[in-house]
């Protein structure tokens, strides 16, 4: 996946690259506001957008208010229990294979653009010593 960051592979995703997926499918990875909040913000640019979720439903992860929107777009999907465990393409993003938790089933998509919304490491091992960390 690291190959690929920048060439259809993101962490986070902007107004610039919502634009930039105008007509596409794009796949967001994650379940918690963030990508809540990205997914009605590449619905309006996006032809589909399709949020891979590992966990059973948005409800323990988003806010409702959230949720009932997302329900409310008819262009964005929510897959739960599945995860993405390949990315393929040379140059840039081309598929990527996802697998049903469960079932173990796996599937090969045509992607181009792949948001990833789980989280972030903190890089603060600078501060050490001038303020407490934990």
Known sequence: MERLQGAGVYYGGGASEAIACKGETV?????????GQAAMHFSKFAQKVIMLVRGASLASTMSHYLIEQIEKTPNVEVRTHTSVIEVHGE???SEITVRREGTGETEKLPASSLFIFIGAQPRTEWLDGLIRRD
Not at 27 to 35: F, V
């Open 27 to 35: 796949y967001i990875i994650g379940g918690a506001n963030s990508a």
């Open 91 to 93: 140059s840039h993003l």
